[in-house]
């Protein structure tokens, strides 16, 4: 079983919605990560935080606020988003950063639709 | 830019073996690692190489030559349980900056 919770599992929004999606990791790691899985296109790295610190953002529209509050969970705000944001948004985590082996274990991720 | 190559599928059958290429350009390298996601599932990691050379865990190898910027995954023994998507993955020496392959879709067939 996952140590990575993700919620919810499914969203539909329009447009001008405004919603938030929640990552939790119960594996005691030190960084977590966002990160958008679309159909044919490969796992795009979104943001890296590390010991509640962003370390990465990859050039993602600011339409997609992140979140770290603590080293365990992990929010990602959503707010006027385009149809082609739909995807299924995975978070994941690792014991910290630094280390080049940093396997990282992934959430089950949120399967949003933008309509 | 960064990129990843992997074949898109791989068909074989139970009991075969089976290896899935990757190639990379990145603009740094910290090691290459591979990844298996079921259908609806998430991803989970499989193995790591930093260094030249093979790793072996289980049924499954994985293969890397830094001079090429080449790795494999080998599986053997396949079993039904193993159809599912496989990407690779390299981590550049910028940050903690990971990039992924567009994966490989293999089906083991009876």
């Known amino acids: 079983e996952t140590g990575v919770t993700q919620t919810p599992r499914h969203l539909v929004m329009g447009m001008t919605n405004k919603k938030s999606l929640k990552c939790e990791q119960h594996l005691g790691h030190n960084a977590m990560y966002w990160y958008k899985q679309s159909a044919k296109k490969p796992l795009e790295l979104m943001f890296v935080?590390?010991?509640?610190?962003?370390?990465e953002n990859n050039s993602v529209p600011s339409r997609f606020s992140p979140e770290c509050p603590n080293s365990s969970h992990l929010f990602l705000h959503l707010h006027t988003l385009q149809p082609e944001d739909s995807a299924l948004y995975l978070c994941a985590s690792s014991q910290e950063t630094g280390s080049p082996y940093n396997e990282q274990f992934f959430g089950p991720g949120t399967r949003l639709t933008v309509l | 830019g960064q990129s990843l190559e992997q074949p898109s599928e791989v068909t074989a059958v139970e009991g075969a073996i089976v290896q899935i290429n990757c190639t990379y350009q990145t603009s740094g390298f910290y090691g290459l690692s591979w990844y298996q996601q079921h259908d609806g599932g998430a991803p989970t990691f499989l193995s790591y190489n930093g260094l030249d050379g093979l790793e072996e865990t289980g049924r499954f190898s994985s293969f890397l030559s830094r001079s090429d910027s080449y790795g494999y995954l080998l599986l053997q023994e396949l079993q039904m349980k193993d159809s599912a998507s496989y990407f690779c993955a390299v981590r550049d020496n910028y940050g903690q900056n990971f990039v992924f392959g567009p994966g490989t879709r293999l089906s083991v067939l009876p």
């Open positions: 935080y590390s010991l509640e610190e962003r370390v």
